[in-house]
């Protein structure tokens, strides 16, 4: 079993994300956050020690993994700190607000051993994960182009709404087409709350899209829709939950032609809301599952800070276009 440390258990950790551990060989040690917040989490959990510095906790315990979801800004010395301990650490994103921060936890990775997980869970995604294997496929073709919309409720601030949504949809453009390089940036300013853009660019494969992304909607109704365009070929995942992949149908000269085809035709996956269980189709359970078995092999996870930092550079390149235009 490993041992398991918590810095910041209120909110989404709190209500849903220790929950995705229970399937895996971890063991919570030791929780640190306020007092309040700590008492909430302790009525629901049995937590066996309880610490409001975590350079105590971390120096006490030697946790092997830290979930690490403090106030927004501190992500990064406490990641930090938790690499020097000795832990690997699951964070909330952005972990870095700049590209310097994340080249140190980059550095101190290498000389540690020990990995930083920053909360980009769209990419673990099924929906997602589904869409990849489709582009990677032979008769897909190369990807030509990429048509995406992610839209948000009411954010605190413009700068929040950059590093904690935005940053998801950089990444996510990343994993499914390759590096980017960002062309152009429109912005549309409604109020402190309220924010939107248009964001192009285009792919180290030749790939050109469109990222639309605003705190203007309500959370209430869908959000989320990509598109990836191919060889006469497109996929679309559609508000996470449902996936089309478009194919040339064969020639239909008669009746007896009309029945579906293996290499033609669209295939459609959707969620079935009759499943009684607890998986999210977020993908925070799989992100688990390989962060853990990676910490067991001995493996460098697939996500990491030296590939967040890449998505890190983005969002300051959507900053700099931001400001001049």
Known sequence: MLKLCIIGCSSFVYDFLYDCTKKFPLTLAAICDSPQNTENFSARYRCPAVYDDYMFMLEREKPDLVISFPAYGEQFEIAKQCLLSGAHVFS???????????????EIQKTTNRFVMARLNRRYTPSYVMAKRILEKKEF?????????????????ENSFIWNHTIHHLDLARYLVGELELLHAERIYVDYNRVGYNISFRSAQGCIGVIQTSSLQSGEYPMERVEVTGDRRNVIVDNIRSL??????????????????????????????AQLNNFTFYGFENMFEHFVSCMESGKKPSLEMEDTAKTIELVEKLNQLVQSS
């Open 141 to 157: 073709g190369a990807s030509t182009m990429y048509l995406a919309k992610y839209h948000a409720s009411a954010y605190e601030s």
């Open 244 to 273: 089309q992949y478009f194919r040339p149908a064969p020639i239909r000269e008669s009746i007896a032609a009309m029945d579906m085809s293996d290499d033609g035709d669209t295939l459609m996956w959707t969620q079935n809301f």
């Open 92 to 106: 909330e994103r952005p972990v870095c607000l700049s590209s310097r921060q994340a080249a140190e936890l980059a």
